[in-house]
T-cell receptor, first 110, second 113 residues
Framework: GQQLNQSPQSMFIQEGEDVSMNCTSS?????WLWYKQDPGEGPVLLIALYKAGELTSNGRLTAQFGTTRKDSFLNISASIPSDVGIYFCAGPGGADGLTFGKGTHLIIQP | NAGVTQTPKFQVLKTGQSMTLQCAQD?????MSWYRQDPGMGLRLIHYSVGAGITDQGEVPNGYNVSRSTTEDFPLRLLSAAPSQTSVYFC????????????FGEGSWLTVV
């Protein structure tokens, strides 16, 4: 089935910095989804992308569907403490449902 | 505003015991699924269902059973718990499968000793 490679694995940043993470797949996707998981909670959908080249914003978050349809990027501008968590990319899975990347842990240092 | 509800939130089992994780959704979603989350492994699909009476295996189905007698409920059964099943389990649902946005429950933390 499809494999998603998400990077970086973890990020240690200062409050106020911008964040950029990406996800690549072994095959072409028609949909890219970005989820955030707060500690002790389930993942929550942040942004959904359905078209190659699409750029979508949700407040300080911006995600893009790569033109090759094998990658996607998530950027967070001016990070704040509540941005801490694990960010997952996801796309259509081989066994139905979704295939998830292994996540990017975002840690904001005081 | 319930969405996807999972119970219990926390459970400790002894090796060999059986138990059922409950999942219910009130959004009339056709598609429901169970994932497990382990450190460094991300979320892996255990079983899924595309509608009442229909279930199928995901990536890591061994040691788990599911059933879908109603649209709302999708319980996950551990037949004989093993320490390797210590994990966080998430139930999820969506209107349709594969590529559509899915909504997760809050998770069930299971420890098998």
């Amino acid at each position: 089935g499809q494999q998603l490679n998400q990077s970086p694995q973890s990020m240690f940043i200062q409050e106020g910095e911008d964040v950029s993470m990406n996800c690549t797949s072994s095959s072409i996707f028609n949909t890219w989804l970005w989820y955030k998981q707060d500690p002790g909670e389930g993942p929550v959908l942040l942004i959904a992308l359905y078209k190659a080249g699409e750029l979508t914003s949700n407040g300080r978050l911006t995600a893009q569907f790569g033109t090759t349809r094998k990658d996607s990027f998530l950027n967070i501008s001016a990070s704040i403490p509540s941005d801490v968590g694990i960010y997952f990319c996801a796309g259509p899975g081989g066994a139905d449902g979704l295939t998830f990347g292994k996540g990017t842990h975002l840690i904001i240092q005081p | 505003n319930a969405g996807v509800t999972q119970t219990p939130k926390f459970q400790v089992l002894k090796t060999g015991q059986s138990m059922t994780l409950q999942c219910a959704q009130d959004m009339n979603h056709e598609y429901m699924s169970w994932y497990r989350q382990d450190p460094g492994m991300g979320l892996r699909l255990i079983h899924y269902s595309v509608g009442a009476g229909i279930t199928d295996q995901g990536e890591v189905p061994n040691g788990y059973n599911v059933s879908r007698s109603t649209t709302e409920d999708f319980p996950l059964r551990l037949l004989s718990a093993a320490p390797s099943q210590t994990s966080v389990y998430f139930c999820a649902s969506s209107y349709m499968s594969s590529g559509n946005t899915i909504y997760f429950g809050e998770g069930s933390w299971l420890t098998v000793v």
